[in-house]
């Protein structure tokens, strides 16, 4: 049988330690913040060779003053990347723009994406992006105390909230914009997690109506061992489609990295986070009672 | 209890009827004249897919009512028509927001300047007055002048003509200057008294732009002011791309989902392909034929869903080897694991729904349709594995396919 249980200070521990990886290259790094929530513009454009970034500057400096420039290789092809705040360029010079550094640099330069948002949909997707989480988080509170009891409840919650920073750790790790899809794929990280949660909840409240003489770890342990094939399948089956459409699709990679990390983070947190939590809530108020 | 052959039969059925479907999903099929379309044809691609341009437009004016709106949305269709795009790009979006869609164009101007500006036409005396507005032009059409140049030909209402005769001989020798908006397009010296109502406007660069001029002269300025809040190109390459990428990746990530099933859950697991491959085909039906918009996040979506679909089947096949290790027979041990992973199925799912949900609802443009997916994805994989793969499975114990322990995978003694 697993031990699990026992070994609660490690997987604290461990957790802790990319937490605060994550915490720290925010200040290493900062926080990449998007354009969804704060407004702004990212212009992608192929350069098809090497270039040199100060003849683009002079370019772009000619429309608006203020970019941020970064040149990226992805495979063989060299990006420019144009990112600006809130109405530093304006929608109507993009193609011009893209036409001057085809002048300059040959014909081989082409627009891949552009992407603009004013500030009042930067502050309604904000709004929009944190009510989604409440909800999210509290509906699930409810039908988790609905069909467990509360202290379930509240250990599913705090397994959450680990997925959540664990999943935000990683986003500052390889500072990657914080902006809709990040949303998207935390509410689904969340979705799952619970899911895979209530899987061993449900197998520990079956258990404790078989096993009432036995130790609550022993029967937390058991449990976990009894699911761990079912939990590892699972998991593996959601990790293969995902990293499948993550190898495939390079640009959806922005989506699918946190959710490959997250949807680890949920089958992690369900055995060796939710399952202990849950533990030390139920004997400390028993110690409670016996006082 | 099903006859042995009674269930042979059902079960090649079922399998050649799955079968059937998933092909024609796949590749179409003629008959006798008239053609199954695949998915391929039916689904509607979003702009991530096929490249474009969005582009959403807020409303300025405050409470503005939904007879307006409408009206708005109307006229921005009407323009867009122009262009040879359909209708269909032009919906509204919460409150007071319009999103244009428009595939095959990759210049956010040209959409800005042909469809989404509000077109108000005004004609401003030297005082600042108006003295015309966009309201007072019969006609508009676009032409050339004397000198080569593109303009504008206008022709007044009755209304309008008295106005225009009073403005120019009050400013004779003044200019009266034509804004767009906020834009000055011309602003000529009045030279003559005109009293027949009709004029040129000049400052048109092509003829192209005159034509859109006059069309959004014609048509009418929109009811209410709007402001560009977002616009996003996709260019045709990345667009063009994303698909075929995606079908590669799905198809690699499904074939191993099936080799995985098989290899652990040996009979029982072929069953769950079957019902896998039947899901697959019922999510793009449903896709099709609610004429959802799928995009690339909802291709991800797809693909999440279809990982987690197998983990309803892992539940049950997971119950009935312990089931089988205790010595139980198939019969009871497919049974008993059934209902008792049933509880976990449902709980597991009805989280994850939850969070699909509240995405849809919160949700706008490509999160939405990644909440939809998901959304869908839950409920039948919910019937498939449920319902089809224990359908599937009595019929192969009836029919004595599954008869021997080791097809489950468990030794016995273990």
């Known amino acids: ?291 | 209890m099903k006859s042995k052959s009674k269930s042979a039969a059902l079960f090649i059925v079922t399998v050649a009827v799955i079968a059937l479907v998933a092909y024609v999903g796949a590749f179409g099929l003629e008959v006798g004249g008239y053609r199954f379309k695949s998915f391929g044809e039916t689904i509607k691609r979003g702009l991530d897919l096929t490249g474009g341009v969005s582009v959403v437009e807020e409303i300025q004016d405050q409470n503005v009512d939904m007879d307006k709106l409408q009206r708005t949305i109307d006229l921005i269709r009407l323009r867009i028509n122009k262009l040879g795009v359909s209708e269909n790009a032009v919906n509204q979006e919460g409150k007071g927001k319009i999103r244009i869609d428009v595939p095959g164009v990759y210049d956010t101007k040209d959409v800005i300047e042909n469809v989404a500006k509000t077109g108000k036409l005004t004609f401003v005396d030297p005082d600042k007055n108006v003295i015309l507005t966009g309201a007072d032009i019969k006609d508009a059409k676009a032409g050339f002048n004397q000198e080569g140049k593109a303009v504008v030909n206008f022709q007044l209402t009755t209304e309008g003509t008295q106005k225009f005769a009073d403005a120019t001989q009050k400013f004779l020798g003044k200019t009266i200057a034509i804004y767009m908006d906020d834009q000055e397009i011309s602003s000529p010296t009045v030279s003559t008294v005109i009293t027949q109502g009709a004029g040129e406007i000049t400052g048109s660069k092509t003829i192209e732009d005159a034509k859109r001029d006059a069309s959004i002269i014609k048509s009418g300025a929109l009811p209410v002011t709007v402001k560009t809040a977002s616009a996003k190109v996709v260019s045709a390459t990345l667009g063009a791309d994303a698909l075929p990428k995606s079908i590669k990746g799905g198809l690699v990530g499904i074939s191993l989902i099936f080799i995985f099933m098989i290899l652990l859950y040996r009979g029982p697991g072929l069953m769950a392909d079957i019902a896998l491959v039947l899901y697959i085909v019922l999510v793009l039906m449903i896709y099709s034929v609610i004429g959802a918009t799928l995009t690339l996040s909802g291709i991800a979506a797809f693909l999440l869903t279809v990982g987690m679909a197998v983990d309803a089947n892992v539940l049950m096949f997971e119950r009935i080897k312990e089931e089988l290790r205790t010595g139980k027979s198939i019969s009871s041990a497919v049974h008993n694991g059934y209902h008792k992973a049933l509880s976990s199925i449902l709980d597991s799912n009805i989280t994850t729904a939850i969070a699909g949900l509240v995405l849809y609802l919160v949700g706008t443009g490509s999160v939405k349709g990644f909440a939809l997916t998901l959304l869908i994805g839950i409920v039948v994989s919910l019937f498939t594995a449920i319902v089809v793969t224990r359908f599937l499975m009595n019929l192969a114990i009836n029919m004595g396919l599954l008869n021997k322990v080791w097809l489950f995978g468990v030794k016995r003694g273990e």
Request: hydrophobic share 50%.
């Open chain 1, 1 to 291: 049988m697993l031990r699990v249980v026992e070994h609660t200070k490690w997987w604290f521990t461990l957790s802790l330690i990319i937490i605060v990886l994550g915490i720290g290259s925010i200040f290493v790094r900062g926080v990449n913040t998007g354009i969804d929530f704060v407004g702004g513009t990212i212009i992608d454009v192929n350069m098809g060779k090497d270039f040199s970034m100060d003849d683009a500057k002079t370019i772009i400096d000619k429309y608006a003053k203020d970019c941020e420039l970064v040149k990226a290789t992805n495979n063989s092809a060299v990006e420019l990347n144009i990112k600006a705040k809130v109405g530093v360029i304006k929608d109507e010079d993009v193609t011009s723009i893209v036409n001057d550094l085809k002048g300059k640099f040959g014909n081989d330069v082409s627009l891949i994406s552009h992407d603009s948002i004013g500030p009042s949909i930067g502050n309604e997707l904000k709004q929009k992006a944190l009510l989604s989480l409440s909800i999210a988080i509290i509906a699930m509170l409810i039908y988790v105390g609905f069909r467990f009891e509360l202290k379930y409840g509240a250990a599913a919650v705090l397994a959450l909230v680990h997925d959540v920073l664990i999943t935000l750790s990683v986003y500052f790790i390889f500072h990657l914009p914080i902006n809709t899809s990040f949303i998207a794929a935390v509410l689904t990280i969340i979705g799952y997690s619970m899911n895979d949660t209530i899987v061993i909840f449900d197998r520990i409240r079956e258990n404790l109506k078989n096993m009432r003489k036995t130790e609550l770890k022993e029967v937390v342990d058991h449990s976990i061992s009894q699911t761990i094939v079912r939990s590892i399948y699972t998991v593996s089956t959601t990790l293969i489609t995902t990293a499948a459409v993550h190898i495939f699709v390079p640009s959806v990679r922005e989506f699918t990295l946190p959710l490959l990390v997250g949807i680890a983070s949920g089958c992690y947190s369900s055995i060796c986070i939710a399952s202990p939590i849950w533990v030390i809530l139920k004997t400390k108020v028993k110690k409670t009672v016996a006082a």
